[in-house]
């Protein structure tokens, strides 16, 4: 859940020019996560946001570059060098990778830990996720995608 959170919390600010913890936990809340102050506070220490002049000429949250330590960075980056596309068949996530990087982003993908995913497995090139159901399936491409547009 954390690792969704914080993946949200990327986008978000990638999207928005979010000024405030109070406004990134609305924008968090209509995304449909339930947060705290206090858990927006720890994301944002944690993944060691900081704020910038944004183009509107009010601060904004934003990801320093040498975040190299983030888990959550780390996760991101690993898919968007690694997939070229998502599709589901029934409650099968497919996840097709560049050649030879399935295997890294299966490993991310199991360490996410995300509920909805029961397993994965992983060729050269491409990932089959088991998940719990059609429905689940489509929620997780969606996530993933959303993960992946951030940059």
Known sequence: MKLER???ILSLIHKYE????????????ES?????????????REMKLTKVMGESGRLRYTLLQNQAKDTAGKYV????????SLDT???????HTAPGM????????DEMKWGEIVGCIAGDNTIFCAVRSREEALQ???KLKKMLEMF
């Open 6 to 8: 914080q993946a949200e």
């Open 18 to 29: 979010i000024a405030t913890q109070e406004e990134l936990a609305a924008r968090l809340v």
């Open 32 to 44: 449909g996560f339930e947060v705290t102050q206090a858990t927006v506070s720890r994301d944002i």
């Open 77 to 84: 980056r690993v898919l968007r060098d690694a997939v070229t």
């Open 89 to 95: 068949a029934d409650n099968l996530l497919v996840v």
């Open 102 to 109: 399935a295997m890294a982003a299966a490993a991310v993908i």
């Open 140 to 142: 997780v491409k969606d």
